[in-house]
């Protein structure tokens, strides 16, 4: 008997999961973004579809409406966008070359009955990890981020799985393999592993480049993209932000995008991985 209301309690919580979801749409969220990025285009969040009690997100820390870089008319050369229609959340990268001075943000959109109700944005530029804002968009202007065939694609929780296998890998375990694909590029702030546009070429990283925790992940996920974007921080509650993009074809990695906010104005230095025993 308690099995049966257990089992009937998941039950009623997931209809009513996918019920409060019923409403959100990939054309919703597109619109959304459509108007965060005019917003961030003119300087203006009254060009935005904001609900009047958004809740504002910059560098992983909370702000107002009036600080955020939102605010500050920007020359954009080049934005793109992932919708998570399940979670009703977006990720868009956001390039800008021109103006004096060259950005690259990663900012999410939470949207409920087409308003946003939360904006959280990385904004990366000089002296942030490997910054370099002409090489992002060359190299991001190049590559296929358009809606895979059916047949290329992968469920939600592969991709999730796809972002944490690579975090762990590549900062902890050598024992996790991740879904390196060839060819892959992955592309660092301003390095880009596949300058020379060669099909053979591998995004794969040898071994563990330390041991750091990678806490506090979330995720945007576009089942339709093959993408995952996972928010993240390294090494403690208060370390440096973090945004991971992750493109799937065929559940194996084609490209990895990563912006890296650092909050402390020194050089960042990773930790050195213990010599194998």
Not at 111 to 135: P, R
Not at 189 to 199: L, P
Not at 261 to 273: D, E, H, I, S
């Amino acid at each position: 008997m308690v099995r049966a209301l257990v089992s009937m309690m998941i039950l009623l919580s997931s209809t009513a999961l996918v019920r409060a979801q019923a409403g959100c749409t990939r054309s919703m969220l597109q619109a959304a973004t459509d108007s965060y990025i005019a917003a961030q285009t003119a300087g203006d969040l009254s060009k935005m579809s904001l609900d009047p009690k958004a809740k504002f997100i910059e560098n992983m820390s909370d702000t107002t409406k009036e600080k955020g870089l939102w605010n500050t008319a920007l020359p954009i050369a080049l934005h793109h966008s992932i919708y998570d229609v399940g979670r009703c959340k977006t990720f868009s990268e956001v390039i800008v070359t021109e103006g004096g001075h060259p950005y690259v943000i990663g900012t999410r959109l939470t949207v409920k009955d087409g308003k946003v109700t939360e904006i959280d944005s990385l904004v990366t530029d000089e002296g942030d990890w490997l910054f370099n804002a002409q090489i992002y968009l060359k190299y991001s202007s190049a590559e296929d981020w358009s809606v895979l065939p059916v047949d290329d694609r992968v469920t939600r929780q592969d991709l999730i799985d796809a972002g944490n296998q690579y975090f762990d890998f590549v900062f902890m375990d050598k024992g996790i393999r991740p879904p390196w694909g060839t060819p892959c590029a992955r592309l660092e702030g301003g390095v880009y592993t596949d300058t020379k546009n060669e099909k053979t070429d591998k995004c794969q990283i040898d071994k563990p480049l330390g041991n750091m925790y990678i806490i506090n992940r979330s995720y945007v996920v576009d089942e339709e993209m093959g993408a995952v974007n996972v928010f993240c921080r390294f090494g403690s509650a208060t370390g440096m932000p973090d945004s991971h993009l992750f493109r799937l074809v065929n559940g194996r990695y084609r490209w990895i995008h990563t912006l890296s906010v650092n909050l402390t104005g020194k050089p960042v230095v990773l930790p050195k991985a213990k010599p194998e025993k």
